[in-house]
C-alpha cells in the first residue's frame, strides 16, 4: 500500500508537519505539497489542502478534518470541510463525537488515536509554585473559538492570587512564541495548564499538559476531552461558562500539590505516535480493500 501524504509545510515543527512525518518516517509513505497519482492513495494533511486541487480524482483520498467549524461563525471553512468530506473516500478525524457527525453526513470516518510524543514531553519533578502559575496554550482566531474572552474574565478573577503565561498568540497575559523544543519547558514550568476552548479537535495541548503530569482545566463536552478517564487533576467544567471555569480552576489550585503526576500522564496512555500510526495503516488498508463499496453521501447543500 502507497500512501501520499499532501501537507504543504510538512517539514515545519508544527502539529500537522509532525503529525505527517511520523507516518513518513514509521511507515515509509511519501509526503509533499502536491498530490501523487501514483500512489494508492493520497491523504489530505489537513483536509484543506484538498481544496488547492479541487479536480484531483486519479486516486482514493482521505481528508484529516481537525474540528467543525460554526457554518454561522465561519462559513467559508465549514464549505472547505464539508466539501473535503465529501470528496474524500475517508475521513480522518480528531475525537468521536466529531466521527459521529461526519459519519452521519458523508460516510465512513475513522479516528485514530492522536500522537503525543511521550518522549519529549516528561513529567515535571518540581514542586507547586507560590504563587502559582496557570497556563494557556494556543493562536487566537477571529471566529473566538478558543476562549479568549473566557480567559480575560479568568485573569481578571484570579490575577491577584496567580501567576499567568502563555504560548502562541493572543492571550490576555504575558505571551511568547515556544519553539517546538521548548514546549516541554513550558508545561514543566505551569502548576495548572486551561483550555478555554468553544471548539477543538484534540486539542494536543491538554494532552501534552497531561503527559507532563500537570492538572488540566478543561471544558467538558470539547474535542477529546470526554474521552479523558476521570482522574483526579482533570478538572472539568460547563462548556463557556466563565463562573464554572472559576469553580474548576479553584478546584484544581487545590489539589495541585497532592496530585498523582503518573496518573495523570498515564490518561494519556493510549495516545502514542505508535499508536497514530498503526491505526492509520489499519484504516487505510481496510479502506483501499472495500473502495468499490464505500458509501460517499453529498455534503448538505
Request: aromatic letters at 10%; a neutral charge.
Amino acid at each position: 500500500m502507497r500512501v501520499h501524504v499532501v501537507c504543504k509545510d510538512w517539514k515545519r515543527d508544527r502539529v500537522l508537519p509532525r503529525f505527517t512525518r511520523h507516518l513518513v518516517s514509521r511507515l515509509g509513505w511519501s509526503a509533499a505539497r502536491k498530490p501523487d497519482a501514483r500512489a494508492d492513495l493520497n491523504y489530505w494533511m489537513p483536509y484543506y489542502e484538498a481544496c488547492r486541487y479541487p479536480d484531483f480524482d486519479a486516486t482514493p483520498t482521505a481528508a484529516y478534518i481537525t474540528h467543525l467549524d460554526d457554518p454561522e461563525v465561519e462559513p467559508e471553512l465549514h464549505r472547505q470541510y464539508s466539501d473535503a468530506a465529501g470528496r474524500a473516500t475517508l475521513r480522518v478525524c480528531m475525537n468521536q463525537a466529531t466521527r459521529c457527525v461526519l459519519e452521519a453526513k458523508f460516510g465512513p470516518t475513522v479516528v485514530p488515536p492522536l500522537p503525543v510524543e511521550l518522549d519529549h514531553f516528561t513529567l515535571k519533578q518540581e514542586p507547586p509554585g507560590d504563587p502559582p502559575m496557570v497556563g494557556f496554550s494556543g493562536y487566537g482566531y477571529r471566529s473566538g473559538r478558543k476562549g479568549s474572552e473566557l480567559a480575560e474574565a479568568l485573569v481578571e478573577r484570579f490575577g491577584q492570587w496567580c501567576r499567568f503565561r502563555a504560548s502562541g498568540r493572543k492571550w490576555p497575559c504575558p505571551t511568547k512564541k515556544y519553539r517546538w523544543k521548548d514546549m516541554p519547558g513550558f508545561f514543566r514550568a505551569l502548576d495548572v495548564y486551561v483550555c478555554t476552548a468553544l471548539i477543538e479537535g484534540g486539542p494536543m495541548t491538554t494532552l501534552e499538559a497531561l503527559a507532563s503530569g500537570i492538572p488540566v482545566v478543561v471544558p467538558q463536552d470539547v474535542g477529546i476531552h470526554p474521552e479523558l478517564s476521570d482522574v483526579p487533576g482533570i478538572c472539568r467544567y460547563r462548556t463557556g461558562d466563565a463562573d464554572d471555569l472559576g469553580r474548576a480552576l479553584e478546584e484544581a489550585l487545590e489539589m495541585r500539590g497532592k496530585v498523582d503526576r503518573e496518573a495523570l500522564r498515564a490518561a494519556v496512555g493510549p495516545h502514542s505516535v505508535e499508536a497514530w500510526c498503526e491505526g492509520h495503516l489499519g484504516a487505510f488498508r481496510e479502506s483501499l480493500m472495500g473502495c468499490a463499496g464505500l458509501r460517499v453521501s453529498e455534503p448538505d447543500e
